[in-house]
């Protein structure tokens, strides 16, 4: 079945400056051009920003992901969102590929902010009429949103990964049991045990996992560590411990968002029984940040099926995150 293409005439497709790459690609998919956005900065530090195409009366799509600096890329997208409102744009679709805010999903101490929903309330003050991001930390973040908001899911490009390799033996892991469900579903689909890590958090770079909940890991001797977001990797390190000293020899880990600050890639690549470290270009890593134990899959289709659906006035439920 041929894709129905969306009318070039109607759209502008803009990026910010954090990840280029994966708009280019998006745009390319979706067969129109990527329009180009000027950033600079004023002599006080302020950013100045200007869009390079008209938008008037045209949908207007704006990538960005809120990778670091998370700030400053925040703010270039509030500031392209309400240059595109102001200049009489007919719709603005804001395209978040890894929303960090995400993780400050709760009050769980006093005196702190509930920062998604902050966010959430500046992208709608700021002129969006739509959201469209990939694998939110936690369901309620969508909820956050007073928009139109379609929370996206890599679950199908890992599984296209690995459909062609020997997952015999294999179980599916979550670091902890708020990555359960999801790792659940992705279990699913691949036909394989599930498991999760009884974790506790005791800072933001350390973790300890007391054990193992769900099916018996020993007896399997490979392993695909399943999650969201891997930032300092203290995490997957933690897990890799539990799952080695249960007898398994081989672990590939999978994570969406490959954020690895504070040195998290090499962290996790000198585990000798980690044997490869999956994720997606939701995050830029430049070349010089490449590791070999590292696979980077573009989310670039997803998206713009997602766009090309949404466009179209077609349904979008087989690429959401809680689809089968």
């Known amino acids: 079945m041929t894709e129905k293409p969306i009318p070039a005439g109607e759209v502008r497709f803009f990026s910010g400056s954090s990840n280029l790459p994966l708009a280019g690609t998006i745009a390319s998919h979706l067969d129109v051009p990527l329009d180009a956005t000027h950033i600079s900065r004023f002599s006080n530090d302020n950013l100045y920003i200007q869009l390079g ?9 704006i990538v960005q992901s809120l990778s670091q600096p998370v700030n400053d890329h925040l703010m270039e997208l509030l500031m392209m ?35 998604a929903r902050l966010v959430a309330d500046l992208l ?15 369901p309620q973040v969508h909820g956050f949103f007073g ?17 062609n390799q020997d997952l015999s033996g294999a179980i599916i892991v979550a670091p902890d049991m708020g990555q359960a469900k999801s790792a659940a ?31 018996q890991v ?35 880990v999978l994570c969406t968002h490959g954020v690895f600050s504070r040195n998290g890639l ?12 999956i994720t997606t270009d939701t995050v830029h890593i430049p070349p010089e940040k490449m590791h070999p134990k590292l696979t980077v899959l573009s989310v670039a289709k997803v998206f713009a099926d997602a766009i090309r659906h949404n466009t179209n006035r077609e349904s979008l439920s087989n690429l959401f995150v809680f689809g089968e």
């Open 53 to 61: 195409a008209s938008v008037r009366y045209r949908r207007v799509y």
């Open 81 to 115: 969102i309400d240059i595109a409102r102001s200049a009489a744009a007919s719709e603005v679709h804001a395209i978040i590929p890894y929303f960090s805010f995400g993780r400050s999903d709760k009050k769980d101490a006093p005196r702190i902010s509930i920062t």
């Open 124 to 138: 709608k003050t700021a002129g969006a009429t739509h959201v469209m991001s990939m694998m939110f930390h936690s």
């Open 147 to 163: 928009i139109p908001t379609d929370p996206l899911s890599s679950r199908m490009v890992f599984k296209d990964y690995l459909s």
């Open 185 to 215: 579903r992705f279990a699913k689909t691949l036909s394989l045990p599930v498991a999760a890590g009884n974790k506790e958090r005791i800072s933001d770079s350390q973790v300890v996992i007391s054990g193992l909940v769900g099916n």
């Open 218 to 252: 020993r007896g399997h001797k490979r392993a695909l560590v399943y999650d969201d977001e891997i930032a300092t990797g203290g995490s997957i390190e933690e897990l890799s411990r539990v799952l080695v000293n249960e007898g398994v020899e081989d672990i590939k």
């Open 266 to 277: 090499n962290r996790l690549a000198v585990v000798p029984q980690i044997t490869e470290i």
